[in-house]
């Protein structure tokens, strides 16, 4: 029996594109300065949307 509060690895990637990524992509647009260790973080979740839309 699986445990309700547990989520697997489709719930998490969900989690990530529609939630995750679209708050760091606010937040870095809201700051004055540029932050390459968060653009990197987002071109990451980037890279593995789109790798995972291609499958």
Request: hydrophobic content about 45%; aromatic content about 4%.
């Amino acid at each position: 029996m699986a445990r309700p509060n547990s989520i697997d690895h489709e719930d998490f990637e969900n989690i990530v594109s529609s939630v995750i990524l679209p708050l760091l992509v606010a937040y870095r647009d809201r700051l004055g300065e540029d932050v390459p260790e968060l653009n990197g973080v987002i071109s990451i979740l980037r890279l593995l949307e789109n790798r995972r839309a291609v499958e």
